[in-house]
C-alpha cells in the first residue's frame, strides 16, 4: 500500500506544480485549472495514512502543501491540529513555505479554523497579515475590531495592504473607511504616495461603492505623473473604472512597450483601443504582446505569419534564419475590424468582441481563471456599485457556483438584466 501512495503523493506534487504555474498566468482557461483540482484531490484522498509523516521537511513548495493537505485530510484530530500550528509558524516565513501554508490552510480548513485564526491573530503579531488573506479566503466573517485602521500599527504595510485588500471587496464595507486615505488627494494635497498598495485599495473600494471622489483622487494622480511615474496599480485602476477620460493616459502607457500597459489597454475596452493595439502589433518590440491583448477585446486571434525582412528595393522574403519565427498578421486584424465598424462607432466598450455588460462579464470569469480573473471581479463590482464576487482563492468547483449564481442574476429576467445592467460609461 505505501508504494501506492508514494504514487499519489508524486503526483499530487507535479500537479501542484501545474496548477500554482497556471493560477500566477495572464489568463487561463477555467476548466484547465478545474481539471487539475480534481486531479490533485482525488490524488490527495489517494496518499492515505501510509506516507503521511508530519516529521518530515519538505523539499518545496508542492511538497509542503501536499504534506499539509495530506495531513488534514488523513490525520487524527489530534494531529491536524498539530499541523496547523506547524503551517502557522510557516506563515512567518518568506518563500515556498509561507506559501504553501496560507493555500493548505485557505483549502483546507479544519472545523474550528475561525476560532483558530483569531486566536493566532492575538498572539502572532508577525502573521496577522496572512491570517487576514486566509480568513478572507475561508469567507468567514472577520470580527471589525481587527479590521480597524485606527489600531493598525503605522509601520505595518503588509497587515494595512491585507485589512485594506479585504474591506474593498467586502459588501459591509462603508464608504468612509476608503474616503480617509484618498481625500487629502481631493482637497488638494501634494501627491505623496507614502504607500501606493494601500491608496490604490483604498480607491478601489471608493470606486466600488460609486464615490466621485475615488474618481477625481485617481486623475489627480494621473495628473502628476511627470512628476512622479503612475505606478501599473494606478493604471489599473483607470482600465478597471470603464472612464472614456483615461483612455489618452492608458493608451500613452501603452507606448512604454511592456506588457501590462499593453494589456490594460485592452482591458479599458475603449472603441479607438482598437487601432491603437493595431498599432503596436506592427511594432517588432511589442507586437505579441499586442496580439494578445488584441484578442482579449476583440475575441480575434489574428493568424501568424513568418517574420519578413527587405531583401532588395520593394521584394521581401523570410528573414534568413528566421523563417519559423512567426509573427501575428496585422493586415489580418486590420480585415477582422473592417469587417466590424459598428465598435469603433460604438461608445461601448468591449471584451473578446462584445460589447462589455454584467452578463459578458461573468461569461468571461466563467470561462477564463488567472490574473484577469481577478480584474474582471473588480471591474464588474465597480460597475454594479457593490462588491459581487470575492471567490477567488476557492476552488474551481465553488467559484464556479458562485459564478453560475451571478449568470442567473445578470441574466434576461433575472434580477438585473437589460441596458441598466451595461458597464460602459460616459
Not at 476557492?394 to 445592467?421: D, I, T, Y
Request: glycine share 8%; proline share 6%; charged share 25%.
Amino acid at each position: 500500500m505505501k508504494q501506492y501512495g508514494e504514487t499519489h503523493r508524486n503526483c499530487a506534487c507535479s500537479l501542484y506544480a501545474q496548477w500554482d504555474g497556471l493560477l500566477d498566468a495572464d489568463w487561463v482557461e477555467r476548466h484547465r485549472l478545474a481539471d487539475l483540482e480534481v486531479r490533485i484531490r482525488d490524488h490527495l484522498f489517494g496518499v492515505g495514512e501510509s506516507v503521511f509523516d508530519e516529521e518530515a521537511t519538505p523539499k518545496d513548495e508542492s511538497d509542503a502543501f501536499v504534506m499539509l493537505a495530506t495531513g488534514f485530510l488523513h490525520g487524527a484530530p489530534e494531529d491536524r491540529k498539530r499541523l496547523r500550528e506547524q503551517a502557522m509558524g510557516w506563515l512567518s516565513e518568506a518563500g515556498e513555505k509561507r506559501s504553501a501554508a496560507r493555500r493548505a490552510l485557505t483549502l483546507f480548513p479544519l472545523p474550528d479554523s475561525t476560532e483558530a485564526i483569531h486566536k493566532a491573530y492575538m498572539d502572532n503579531v508577525e502573521i496577522r497579515a496572512q491570517l487576514i488573506d486566509i480568513w478572507s479566503g475561508l469567507g468567514d466573517a472577520i470580527p471589525g475590531e481587527l479590521l480597524d485602521q485606527g489600531a493598525i500599527p503605522s509601520g505595518d504595510p503588509e497587515l494595512q495592504l491585507s485589512v485594506m485588500r479585504f474591506l474593498a471587496r467586502h459588501p459591509e464595507s462603508e464608504v468612509a473607511v476608503f474616503q480617509r486615505y484618498y481625500h487629502p488627494l481631493v482637497a488638494g494635497a501634494a501627491v505623496d504616495i507614502e504607500e501606493p498598495r494601500v491608496l490604490a485599495f483604498a480607491i478601489l473600494g471608493g470606486l466600488i461603492r460609486g464615490d466621485d471622489d475615488a474618481a477625481v483622487a485617481l486623475r489627480r494622480i494621473m495628473e502628476k505623473s511627470g512628476e512622479q511615474p503612475a505606478a501599473d496599480r494606478f493604471l489599473r485602476l483607470c482600465a478597471l473604472s470603464g472612464d472614456h477620460a483615461f483612455f489618452p493616459v492608458l493608451r500613452a502607457a501603452a507606448n512604454q512597450n511592456r506588457w501590462y500597459p499593453i494589456y490594460l489597454l485592452a482591458l479599458h475596452g475603449h472603441p479607438h483601443a482598437f487601432d491603437a493595439l493595431l498599432e503596436r502589433m506592427a511594432d517588432p518590440r511589442v507586437n505579441d504582446f499586442a496580439a494578445n491583448a488584441w484578442f482579449l477585446i476583440s475575441g480575434h486571434r489574428a493568424r501568424k505569419v513568418p517574420r519578413m525582412a527587405l531583401v532588395e528595393g520593394d521584394a521581401v522574403s523570410p528573414a534568413p534564419g528566421k523563417s519559423e519565427h512567426m509573427i501575428p498578421d496585422v493586415e489580418d486584424a486590420a480585415a477582422w475590424l473592417a469587417r466590424h465598424p459598428a465598435i469603433t462607432a460604438s461608445p461601448a466598450h468591449y471584451l473578446f468582441g462584445e460589447k462589455r455588460t454584467a452578463l459578458t462579464l461573468v461569461q468571461s470569469l466563467l470561462t477564463w481563471g488567472g490574473r484577469l480573473s481577478e480584474d474582471l471581479a473588480d471591474m464588474l463590482s465597480i460597475a454594479q456599485g457593490e462588491p459581487v464576487y470575492r471567490n477567488q482563492q476557492a476552488w474551481q468547483m465553488r467559484q464556479e457556483a458562485a459564478l453560475a449564481a451571478l449568470m442567473k442574476r445578470f441574466s434576461p429576467g433575472g434580477q438585473e438584466s437589460g441596458p441598466e445592467a451595461a458597464l460602459s460609461h460616459a
